[in-house]
């Protein structure tokens, strides 16, 4: 499970944020800068950002097929390659076959710093979320350079790692991708994510009106607050959690802060765009289950989430 800033929140104001474009270096002085109130000109920034991405799926190809028995359900995997903003990415699409109806798209919104892989994805569904395969449509993206695995078959994604933002490009555009496949119902999808995974979730879901329905396992919400200022201080000591998102979030954002190549005003944005509480008002129906003794990932995070 990938770990994240775990933050209470802050609400929403007026006004520009801090102004901070200096190439400077990051000084502890700042940090009251750092988690000052997200101001709506803030999440007008981030809302304008999101609205120009292209997350069209482009050039997609169908470069493996298979039918498999998971239970008593027959299976139709399907790997996919498609663009997505110029790069080559790949993605599982796994369609219920001897069903009445197309089913609609489970978008599984996983986490790892490695990749994933199709076999565990379809275990973990149903071992542990209780789901059959003839339920939906289940999407398995594979976020830019992150590998997916099916069988003896590895198939790495193009592109620079960019943990809990760019990841949810990738998945936006399978999903995009998915809706065009035989057998598949178009909208109406859901998302489902564990920890860092249930942030991506809520993110997909706020930037897709077409994914009406998030299941959130214990997943962060808000990237300001007390205990981020406590694991933002950890990791420019060199101190930082044994947690497997840690070295990707270090490379993303952190150390481009340290060096001075990300402002203050930049790093919050970066912040922001993770923060799915500060976009609550763009969410669909979400199911929440959350741990009341969580030592990962506060449960603050999600009853946070629960009041916006």
């Not at 205990?227 to 270090?250: M, N």
């Amino acid at each position: 499970m990938g770990c994240c800033l775990l933050l209470a929140g802050c609400g929403a104001g007026s006004g520009t944020g801090p102004d901070d474009d200096t190439n400077k270096g990051f000084d502890r002085a700042d940090l009251p800068l750092l988690f000052a109130p997200v101001t709506e000109s803030e999440r007008e920034t981030v809302l304008a950002d999101w609205a120009s991405r292209d997350v069209t799926a482009r050039d997609v190809r169908v470069v493996q097929q298979d039918t498999i028995a998971l239970g008593i359900d027959t299976l139709e995997v399907r790997i996919l390659s498609h663009l997505v903003q110029g790069d080559r990415h790949y993605g599982a699409v796994i369609v219920p076959l001897n069903v009445t109806a197309p089913r609609p798209v489970l978008a599984y919104t996983h986490y790892s710093d490695v990749g994933v892989t199709v076999e565990a994805a379809l275990f973990a569904l149903g071992a542990v979320a209780g789901l059959r395969g003839n339920q939906f449509t289940l999407v398995l993206p594979s976020y830019r350079g992150k590998s997916l695995s099916y069988g003896s078959s590895v198939w790495t994604s193009e592109g620079a790692v960019s943990i809990w933002d760019g990841e949810v490009d990738d998945a936006l555009a399978l999903i995009h991708a998915a809706w065009a496949q035989p057998g598949v119902a178009t909208g109406n999808a859901a998302a489902l994510g564990f920890s860092a995974g249930g942030a991506i979730a809520l993110l997909t879901a706020i930037r897709e009106p077409g994914v009406v329905r998030v299941v959130d396992f214990f997943g962060p919400a808000d990237f300001f607050g007390n205990f981020s200022q406590r694991l933002l201080l950890s990791i420019l000591d060199d101190r930082p959690p044994p947690l497997t998102s840690i070295a990707e979030l270090q490379a993303s954002i952190v150390d481009p802060l340290e060096r001075g190549d990300l402002s203050v005003a930049g790093m919050r944005l970066e912040l922001l765009r993770r923060s799915a509480l500060y976009f609550a008002d763009r969410l669909p129906t979400v199911l929440a289950h959350h741990g009341l003794a969580d030592d990962v990932v506060s449960v603050d995070e999600t009853q946070g989430l629960v009041r916006a």
